[in-house]
């Protein structure tokens, strides 16, 4: 099954601490679980025209504990890329 690049990126993840990494060139994004470093980079410079990515960073986001009541379960674990462009 052939991945596009909007398969792979899912959405921007705008928080206090990645709008201090933007004047760095850091963009933050979640990314499909199975995606590696080299299909985020593909997909970025496709979706984003004339940009070249330095490196990509992956973490794993574990699912967090919550409860409503007296239900309890865990959120869904996710992917998290941050993707250094070059200058």
């Not at 596009?4 to 899912?10: K, S, V, Y």
């Not at 590696?36 to 967090?64: H, Q, W």
């Not at 409503?68 to 890329?81: C, D, I, L, P, V």
Request: with cysteine; glycine share 6%.
């Amino acid at each position: 099954m052939v991945k596009t690049a909007q398969d792979i990126i899912i959405k921007p993840i705008i928080t206090e601490h990645s709008m201090e990494c933007l004047a760095a060139g850091k963009y933050t994004f979640k990314v499909a679980k199975n995606a590696n470093k080299i299909e985020i980079a593909k997909a970025v410079e496709t979706l984003f025209k004339g940009v070249k990515v330095a490196k990509v960073n992956t973490i794993s986001v574990r699912g967090k504990m919550k409860r409503m009541g007296r239900n309890e379960g865990y959120t869904s674990s996710w992917k998290k890329a941050i993707v250094t462009l070059t200058a």
